[in-house]
């Protein structure tokens, strides 16, 4: 396991084998997305979101703006 010690300013230096790992450099974005309570999952976000096109193949169907609103309400509130 790999760790690493937060400063007094909130600060923490990335393992060189994790920053390899992710393919993280200075100046890239990172993200913290909350698992569940106390538990983080550490992401990569450089990552250009052109690169995206084409991953979830073509849409099977077309979708309005209405019904994606209210699929991201409806997701929103389960859960709370």
Same mark, same amino acid.
């Given at each position: 396991?790999?760790t690493a010690?937060?400063?007094?300013?909130?600060?923490i230096?990335?393992?060189?084998?994790?920053?390899?790992? =992710?393919?993280?450099?200075? +100046?890239d974005?990172?993200?913290? &997305?909350? /698992?569940e309570?106390?538990?983080?999952?550490?992401? %990569?976000?450089?990552r250009?979101?052109?690169? =995206?096109?084409?991953?979830? +193949?073509k849409?099977?169907r077309? &979708?309005? /703006?209405?019904?994606?609103?209210?699929?991201?309400? %409806?997701?929103g509130?389960s859960?709370?």
């Amino acid at each position: 396991m790999t760790t690493a010690t937060i400063t007094s300013k909130g600060r923490i230096t990335i393992p060189a084998e994790v920053r390899k790992a =992710l393919l993280v450099d200075t +100046g890239d974005r990172v993200e913290f &997305v909350q /698992i569940e309570p106390g538990q983080y999952l550490f992401i %990569a976000a450089n990552r250009s979101v052109t690169e =995206l096109k084409g991953m979830f +193949g073509k849409a099977t169907r077309n &979708v309005s /703006i209405e019904e994606m609103n209210r699929a991201i309400a %409806a997701r929103g509130a389960s859960a709370r």
